[in-house]
């Protein structure tokens, strides 16, 4: 028996509206005793789904289980730790109250780069106390399904620089840059060491950015189509020696592959 999880959730797919939307759920139940005709109601109407991604329907015996995994873990911590709220604490700005429409990006341990989620299937919260979710790639399989830790790895996603709006990067900016290789090409964190601007129309910025890629410090000059600006300005919390020195180096060094081979 795998004793490093408090819970694990039995759905087989899940997706971050449905997980939200039980969170909250079982925040309004309070100390109220599990209801089994609001399980029923539950797993009716996401059973009804039209966009529903999973293939068979959930049982209110399978919503009721939820609840009572998600009691279980309350008793084993403190309910107010920020690590027992899946998705709402850390990944949004201390400002939003509802990120129901907010859409993600997890950094896989495989390639060492960000990949957009298409669902979040699954939680288990760790003897640590630290909260992980099974993520669904887009684009891929659920063979390339992977549990990733929320506070290093889970994030909102990555915004695409539109040609008109390169005067939001300033020197220093953490970014999402596309790096392309011979044998991959992927996302990957970066931070703006200078900007070489010109004026341009707001149809095609002719602006250069030179950027320096956080996994091993090398350099490299890019045009606007090649980055994604970050929501906020949060640091990277896979690199945190660099929210102290931006010159250290992190350790220790990554070498990136393509996620196929590494998972194929």
């Known amino acids: 028996m795998d004793t490093s999880t408090l819970t694990e959730q039995p759905f087989l797919k899940l997706s971050s509206d449905e997980m939200l939307e039980l969170e909250r759920i079982y925040k309004d139940m309070g100390e109220k005793p599990i209801d089994w005709k609001l399980c029923q109601e539950i797993a009716r109407r996401f059973s009804s789904l039209s966009n529903t991604a999973r293939k068979t329907s959930l049982s209110w015996q399978q919503v009721e289980q939820w609840f009572k995994n998600r009691q279980r873990v309350s008793q084993n911590k403190d309910s107010s730790s920020p690590n027992l709220v ?74 695409p620089l539109a040609p008109s709006e390169c005067q939001k990067l300033q020197d220093g900016n953490l970014i ?26 707001p149809t095609e910025c002719t602006c250069t950015f030179i950027i320096r890629y956080l996994h091993d410090q ?35 060094s990554f070498s990136l592959n393509p996620i196929e081979s590494l998972w194929g």
């Open 86 to 159: 899946p998705l709402s604490a850390g990944l949004s700005s201390s400002k939003a109250t509802d990120i129901s429409d907010l859409t993600f990006e997890a950094r896989s341990t495989k390639d060492v780069a960000w990949h957009d989620v298409a669902l979040f299937l699954n939680y288990r919260v760790m003897c640590s106390g630290e909260l992980e979710v099974r993520v669904r790639y887009a684009g891929f399989s659920k063979e390339q399904d992977e549990w990733v830790n929320v506070k290093q790895g889970v994030r909102e996603r990555s915004i």
């Open 176 to 201: 999402l840059c596309f790096l392309e290789r011979d044998d991959y090409a992927l996302y990957c964190d970066a931070r703006i060491v200078k900007i070489q601007r010109r004026v341009h129309d």
């Open 218 to 252: 090398t350099e490299e000059e890019v045009s606007w189509n090649r980055l994604c600006c970050r929501p906020t300005e949060e640091e990277s919390a896979v690199y945190p020696i660099l929210a102290i020195d931006p010159t250290q180096s992190p350790s220790p």
